[in-house]
């Protein structure tokens, strides 16, 4: 099997032009248990890693484009990602393990679309735009139309992610990630909720936005609950049934590290996370 690493866009796409079953490969974290899981071969591997392009972060027009080729590690050590965007460096600090953090990329992330996928909540909440491009042009499109389903993306043949642009909240946002595994390390999402909340001059939620991860086949966002949430201020009793609307509405399912009861249970429970929030005091998701 034929590996390449392209250096630039522009050598990348005559390479997959002439090798059109060869697979993509970011960090190889999903990509490469896949094929050794299957025993699939395809034809030749083009690598991303060498792609500069693909591996910068930078602040345009009140947003944070990271290159599809950042690798998880690099969203956690990253200053602005932990200041400006604390759910999705929460997410990056409990992806995996260091090694893996090394080698995964958010673009990898995003395209493997596992409904457990950590970056995946907190680029909803943030309401982030994917950039994709092929060698006819680039397109641009909300993450909930890129991610069709479990493993499934709107990538067409010969496309590729370029760049994630996330939206940086206004200030007085207070956004987390919440994670619940089987362990604190090395555990893929049982269930996890990101939150990105503005708060009203009287201490009530103004715009809820509120993405949960491993209760159902794709990212769930649930209006009704974003709806019934605003205006209030976030005491127990109010979370406790929002927290019912949550559960009663996700679409978990049996598998082998939890049952769908538990995810649902999970899912409304998580909300009560943001009790604190009621009380003016702001904590951090881990
Ligand atoms: C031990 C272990 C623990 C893990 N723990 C977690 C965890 O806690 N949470 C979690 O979310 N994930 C976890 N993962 C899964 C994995 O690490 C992540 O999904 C990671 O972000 C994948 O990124 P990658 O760069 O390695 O993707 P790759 O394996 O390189 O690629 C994955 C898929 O995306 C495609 N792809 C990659 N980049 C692009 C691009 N720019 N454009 C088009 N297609 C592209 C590839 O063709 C492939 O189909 C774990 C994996 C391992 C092995």
């Not at 390479?15 to 071969?41: H, I, Y």
């Not at 930078?58 to 599809?68: C, D, K, M, P, T």
């Not at 995946?120 to 042009?137: H, K, R």
Request: glycine residues 12%; hydrophobic residues 50%.
């Amino acid at each position: 099997m034929e590996v390449f690493f392209p250096r630039t866009l522009a050598e990348l796409w005559p390479l997959k032009a002439a090798n059109p079953e060869s697979a993509v490969m970011a960090g190889g974290t999903d990509l490469l248990v896949r094929l050794r899981k299957t025993g699939e071969r395809p034809p030749a591997i083009i690598a991303l890693e060498r792609l500069a392009e693909l591996r910068r972060m930078s602040i345009e027009g009140g947003g944070l484009r990271i290159g599809a080729a950042v690798t998880i590690g690099e969203l956690a050590a990253s200053e602005i990602v932990r200041d400006a965007l604390p759910a999705l460096w929460q997410a990056a600090a409990a992806l995996g393990s260091p090694p893996v953090r090394h080698g995964a990329t958010v673009g990898g992330n995003m395209c493997t679309a596992s409904p457990a996928g950590d970056t995946l909540p907190p680029l909803y909440v943030y309401g982030a735009a994917v950039a994709v491009a092929g060698a006819a042009g680039c397109r641009r499109l909300p993450i909930g139309d890129f991610i069709l389903g479990p493993g499934r993306t709107s990538l067409a043949p010969g496309e590729i992610v370029t760049d994630i642009i996330v939206p940086l909240p206004t200030g007085g946002a207070f956004s987390a990630y919440y994670k619940v595994g089987k362990r604190r390390a090395m555990a893929i999402a049982v269930a996890s909720l990101a939150v990105c909340i503005v708060r009203t001059a009287d201490g009530a939620a103004g715009k809820v936005r509120l993405a949960w991860g491993s209760v159902g086949p794709t990212v769930i966002s649930l209006p009704a609950v974003e709806a019934f949430l605003a205006g209030k201020r976030l005491a127990p009793d109010v979370l406790r049934q929002a927290g019912a609307m949550a559960a009663a509405a996700v679409l978990p399912i049996d598998d082998v590290r939890a049952s769908a009861g538990y995810r649902r249970s999970l899912a409304g429970n998580l909300l009560l996370k943001l009790a604190a929030l009621g009380d003016d005091e702001q904590e951090d998701g881990r």
